[in-house]
Every structure is written in structure tokens, then in C-alpha cells.
């Protein structure tokens, strides 16, 4: 299998050439040439094997140059992390007690070590780099610079740490991430990672990086360090490759569960933010799982449910900071890739649409593949009052936590529903722990947090439902401190060149 541009013809490349550049030199995305595809007879046979090997199998697909015993350890390494067996365990809802034939799956994705879904493939990229540097044989060191509002940085801090030939460095504003995610960060452990805070807010730590990666001079000084940059952002193939494998898992998980029957259609609900989890949906369903409809849940950032109303899409109009901080996104970059895919690969078209984003702020597609987008997707957007009511309403009715995001997905899964009365079972992704967004789960349980730092909440959350608090922030409390580092975002650099040196 090769990889190609969304934005051009470029001489195709392997996986591994493409998951060490991330983006394409003329600003595409890589994509792969032609979307492999599963027979319903290998679906049920995943069965018997284990969420590792259903990995190994599925990936084996797309990353073709490296060899199944490769991707087998890849699997071992990235999943040996996680608190539970299954991996991603669903959770059954039935969500109207007049309807039980029309359960919810709540495939809950985020059993990995920072809570956060975005652990399935930011366990899994550190080593598809590390084989990609051995296969086009750079000996050079990788190191990953991140400027993180706070999820990212974590759950790519300890996807990074201690894995060979690579180096990870997290840049995050020094107060502008929340108490709990400072300290995620700051007691990461690990020979080869950096956390330094700036003294700034995110843009300043972000357009600090981006600095760093477009400046020669400093990558000509990491060059003789031995040293080279690279990004860990969901762009790269290797960060979305991995999440197709879950789709596939919560498919038999529901068959396991004898909610359906293998071959049975499911629609699939994901709350999107940059569009790289529902793409990943995507993939499954063009591979031959057997999906109908692929529902986005926005929050009131509402750019993605316009686009799939009206084939507009405009980044132009007013950005909310809403309680589901990771959908708080104008542009979808991974949307590039259903474009190219859904327009028969035709680069031209996604270029203009593109460069038209970029010049005009908005773009607008042709009605044939607005036609195509149609059969496949249903957009709905979900207030700030809906969102936590849901959240109390699922407590109050099953006793079962969900976290805001995942409380917008089951929201517009819901609006979904009653508008088209579409009764079948689906899979929701469910992606992240409630106790991570503590301070607006105990709002929406109408519990009150005046004066309660972040550590106060989670103990009064987990006081209050009694909800299994995940290992990895019950420990917080006692964990050691390990890194104070400070700096201005002019000084952010010199501190990059420093620790490549280290
Ligand atoms: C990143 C994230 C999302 C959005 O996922 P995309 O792949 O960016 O669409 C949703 N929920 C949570 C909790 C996230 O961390």
C-alpha cells in the first residue's frame, strides 16, 4: 500500500516515509492510495482474538512495509498500558425503555494511561516512528515538540517516554491549563522528556513551536546534534491508522453483548472536534463494516453541522470556549481527507476548496459529492444546558458517568433519532473519563464547587457517584514533581537546543 497527497500528484511513498513527514511537502495530507477491504467472514473471525491482535490484523492492511510480527509488537507495547482487558469495553444503554431494540454502545475509549482516548494511538505512534526510522534507515533521533493546551501533551508525553531513539519536549502556557493537567504533565517520568512551562497563554506556546519547526538555523543546529524535529499532532497517518481498529472492536464487542448479529448494520456516533476519530469511522465503513450512518455531534462551535447541512463550509464567525474544550475547533483539518476520498480522489478539487479556506475563509462543495456525504453522514450540534442535562439524565436513569463530550455525542444521537426515527443500535465513542472534566460533571449533577480546587473535585465526584476514579489521576495527589522548568516564549528555542544536547 502507498500513500499519495490529498493536494496534488506526488511520487507515492510507504507508510513508514509518510508517518515520519506527518504532512506532505505541497501541505496535503497523506491518504492511502486505494482503502483496503475486510470480508464480513474476517470480521467474525476477529472474534476470537484478542483487541492486540484485531490491532496487528487491521493495521496490517494499510502499514504493508512493515511485517505482521512488527505490528504485533507495535500492539504488545502500546496496549499492555491499559486498566482493563477488553481495552475499550462497551457500556450498554438502552436509552428509550418503550425501545429496547435500539441499544446504545458506549464504547468507552479511554481505559489508557491519561484518561483520554487519544492514549489508543498516541501509545501506538512512538513505535510505528521508531520501526519507520529503522526501515528507511535514519540514524538520526527523533524529538517531538508540542505545544499543549493540556490533553495532548499528556497523553503523548507518555506514549513517548523511554521509547528508543526518540526524545519528546511539551510546551504548555503556565497558567493556562487546569490544575489536574499541570500535574499530569509535570510528574511525568522518563529518560528522554522535557515539560517546560511558558509564560504565556496557548497561542503564545503554539506559535513558539511553530517557530522552532520553521526556522533553519535551529534545525541545521539540531542536524549536527544528530538530532530531528518531528510533530505528534493528528495529521500524521500513524495517529489515525490506529483508531480504525476500534470501530471493528466495539462492532464485535456488540455481537459479544448479543445486542446484533454478525452482518447486522450499526450507525456509529463521535464528537468531534479536528474530524480525525469520526474519519476513522470512515475508514471502517469504506473497509466493509457494516455501518449506515456515521453521526457528527458538534458543540456550539458548530462549523462541521453547518458544512453537512449546506456543503458550506466557514471558518468565519464567532468562536465559544464551551465544558467540551476539545471540540472548541473551526478547522477540521482531517475533513481534507473525506474530501479526497468521497471526490474520487480528485486533488484538484481538494486543493481549490483549500486554498479557497485559507484565502476566503469558507469554501463550498460541488453537489455531487455534497449528494455523496449525504448517504454517509448526519450532523447535529448540542448546547452547553443540553449537554449537562444529559449528563444528569443518563446518571439519574442508569446510574452511568459520562463525561462532556461524550454527553454531546449521546445528545445529538438523540436528536438523530427523534427526527428521523432511525431506531438502530449504535456505537457511540466515548472519549474521555468523566474525572476529567470534574468541574462541569458535578455542575451538571447539580452539585455544588464553589472554592474546590481540581483534587477537592475529583474526590467530591467520585464522594458522589461513586463512579471508579482512574488510577492514573488517584495517584496524582502523591506523585513526585519532576519538572519546574519556566520560560519565555522567546526563550523556548535555546531550550529545545539545550535538551537535544542532553
Ligand atoms: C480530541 C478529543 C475529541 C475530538 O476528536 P477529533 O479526532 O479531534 O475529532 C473529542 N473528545 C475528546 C475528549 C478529545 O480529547
Given at each position: 500500500?502507498?500513500?499519495?497527497?490529498?493536494?496534488?500528484?506526488?511520487?507515492?511513498?510507504?507508510?513508514?516515509?509518510?508517518?515520519?513527514?506527518?504532512?506532505?511537502?505541497?501541505?496535503?495530507?497523506?491518504?492511502?492510495?486505494?482503502?483496503p477491504?475486510?470480508?464480513?467472514e474476517e470480521i467474525g473471525e476477529l472474534q476470537k482474538k484478542t483487541y492486540e491482535q484485531r490491532a496487528a490484523r487491521l493495521l496490517g492492511k494499510y502499514l504493508t512495509d512493515y511485517t505482521e510480527d512488527e505490528l504485533g509488537e507495535c500492539s504488545e507495547l502500546a496496549y499492555n498500558w491499559f486498566d482493563v482487558t477488553a481495552r475499550v469495553p462497551i457500556a450498554v444503554l438502552i436509552q428509550d425503555p418503550k425501545n429496547p431494540v435500539a441499544p446504545v454502545g458506549n464504547m468507552e475509549l479511554w481505559h489508557g494511561p491519561t484518561s483520554a482516548f487519544k492514549d489508543i494511538a498516541l501509545q501506538m505512534l512512538p513505535h510505528l516512528m521508531r520501526m519507520a526510522l529503522e526501515k528507511v534507515g535514519e540514524t538520526k533521533k527523533i524529538l517531538i515538540l508540542v505545544a499543549t493546551s493540556g490533553d495532548t501533551g499528556k497523553a503523548a508525553l507518555a506514549g513517548f517516554a523511554d521509547v528508543p531513539q526518540t526524545k519528546i519536549m511539551v510546551f504548555y502556557p503556565e497558567d493556562g491549563v487546569s490544575k489536574i493537567q499541570k500535574l499530569q504533565m509535570i510528574t511525568q517520568a522518563g529518560d528522554n522528556v522535557n515539560v517546560t512551562a511558558v509564560r504565556g497563554n496557548f497561542?503564545?506556546?503554539q506559535t513558539g513551536v511553530k517557530k522552532i519547526f520553521g526556522d533553519k538555523k535551529i534545525r541545521s543546529e539540531l542536524e549536527k546534534l544528530g538530532v530531528k524535529l518531528s510533530s505528534a499532532n493528528s495529521i500524521n497517518w500513524g495517529r489515525l491508522v490506529p483508531q480504525i481498529v476500534y470501530y471493528f472492536s466495539g462492532y464485535l464487542e456488540l455481537i459479544q453483548t448479543n445486542q446484533i448479529k454478525l452482518g447486522d448494520k450499526i450507525n456509529i456516533s463521535v464528537p468531534t472536534g479536528n474530524f480525525g476519530n469520526i474519519l476513522a469511522a470512515y475508514y471502517a465503513?469504506?473497509?466493509?463494516?457494516?455501518?449506515?450512518?456515521?453521526?457528527?455531534?458538534?458543540?456550539?462551535?458548530?462549523?462541521?453541522?453547518?458544512?453537512?447541512?449546506?456543503?458550506?463550509?466557514?471558518?468565519?464567525?464567532?468562536?465559544?470556549?464551551?465544558?467540551?474544550?476539545?471540540?472548541?475547533?473551526?478547522?477540521?483539518?482531517?475533513?481534507?481527507?473525506?474530501?479526497?476520498?468521497?471526490?474520487?480522489?480528485?486533488f484538484k478539487q481538494v486543493n481549490r476548496y483549500m486554498t479557497e479556506l485559507n484565502s476566503l475563509g469558507k469554501y463550498k462543495i460541488d453537489k455531487p459529492l455534497k449528494?455523496?456525504?449525504?448517504?454517509?453522514?448526519?450532523?447535529?450540534?448540542?448546547?452547553?444546558?443540553?449537554?449537562?442535562?444529559?449528563?444528569?439524565?443518563?446518571?439519574?436513569?442508569?446510574?452511568?458517568?459520562?463525561d462532556?463530550?461524550?454527553a454531546v455525542s449521546i445528545c445529538a444521537l438523540s436528536k438523530y433519532r427523534g427526527k428521523t426515527k432511525d431506531l438502530t443500535p449504535v456505537l457511540n465513542a466515548a472519549t474521555a473519563s468523566p474525572y476529567k472534566f470534574t468541574?462541569?460533571?458535578?455542575?451538571?449533577?447539580?452539585?455544588?464547587?464553589?472554592?474546590?480546587d481540581d483534587l477537592a473535585q475529583l474526590k467530591l465526584l467520585n464522594k458522589v457517584t461513586n463512579a471508579k476514579m482512574p488510577k492514573n489521576l488517584a495517584v496524582l495527589d502523591a506523585?513526585?514533581?519532576?519538572h519546574k522548568d519556566v520560560c519565555d516564549k522567546d526563550e523556548m528555542a535555546q531550550k529545545v537546543l539545550e535538551f537535544a544536547a542532553k
Open positions: 500500500m502507498k500513500y499519495i497527497s490529498t493536494r496534488s500528484k506526488i511520487k507515492p511513498i510507504n507508510s513508514a516515509e509518510a508517518i515520519l513527514q506527518g504532512l506532505a511537502t505541497d501541505g496535503g495530507l497523506f491518504v492511502p492510495e486505494k482503502i477491504k475486510v470480508t464480513i497561542d503564545d506556546a465503513l469504506r473497509m466493509g463494516l457494516p455501518v449506515k450512518k456515521l453521526i457528527c455531534a458538534s458543540n456550539m462551535n458548530n462549523v462541521l453541522t453547518e458544512f453537512f447541512a449546506t456543503g458550506v463550509y466557514n471558518r468565519k464567525r464567532e468562536f465559544f470556549k464551551t465544558i467540551t474544550p476539545s471540540m472548541d475547533i473551526l478547522i477540521s483539518s482531517n475533513l481534507e481527507r473525506l474530501l479526497y476520498h468521497e471526490s474520487g480522489g480528485d449528494t455523496r456525504l449525504d448517504k454517509i453522514f448526519h450532523a447535529e450540534y448540542v448546547t452547553e444546558d443540553e449537554t449537562k442535562d444529559f449528563i444528569k439524565r443518563i446518571y439519574g436513569s442508569f446510574k452511568y458517568l459520562l462532556t463530550h461524550t468541574s462541569a460533571v458535578l455542575t451538571a449533577l447539580e452539585k455544588p464547587i464553589d472554592g474546590l506523585a513526585d514533581i519532576l
